[in-house]
């Protein structure tokens, strides 16, 4: 999986006067634990176990505490207002920013999830999901108690989360009483996964970010 920096989001946000922070989930950044000689890895964090019987709950839920604790270091620090938060995530990250939802934080105003899901690419192959069905049954259990407004933002070309899946996703969250909005987007580059991560991204996904936040000041 490609580095994902988000620079020129996290530009686009600091410019609108918000301060942001971007958390690397363990195991997706350099380690010092990091020794392949000697057999030592960096534990990578929030893993779905095996694909045959994969488990998207928990790990979704695993992302949605560290995203908690950095809210909650950055809000006793005074680095950030106790009632202001937005929660902006991409693939897993963005997986774990649903999984947020359903415990509706009172420090965050909004989440905004972009190309928000996992177990894609199955053996390494575009447009395979490992359990597609128990991942919309998933995002079905985060809606039941998520009340947190949520911005799903989705490409017509990501080969991890097609239209059709990522649409049915949003259905069930809804569904189950999340206060989702969906939108899928023309097709982005060679792979609309990583939209966020592109400066030409910004036209693509700026209007919707914005109309979606002066909603929900």
Known sequence: FPQV?????ALWF????????????????SSALSRPERAMFP?????IGNCSNPNFRDPGLAIAALNAWVIDYAVKQGMAKP??????????????????????VPSVRAII???????GHLDGKPNRNCAPDRLIEQAGWFGRTARTPVLGIYAQNDSYFGPDLSRRMFEAYRAAGGNGEYHLVS??????HFLIDSADGIAVWAPLVTDFLERHK
Not at 113 to 119: D, E, I, N, P, Y
Not at 187 to 192: C, E, I, Q, R, V
């Open 83 to 104: 009632d202001g938060i937005l929660v902006v995530g991409q693939s897993g990250g963005g997986w774990g920013a649903l999984a947020l939802s359903s415990l509706n």
């Open 113 to 119: 999830t972009f190309a928000a899901g996992r177990g």
């Open 187 to 192: 097709d982005f580059g060679n792979d609309g």
């Open 43 to 47: 534990i990578y964090f929030a893993e």
């Open 5 to 9: 920096e988000f620079r020129d989001a």
């Open 14 to 29: 600091a410019r609108r006067g918000h301060l942001v922070i971007a958390p690397i989930r363990p195991g997706y950044g």
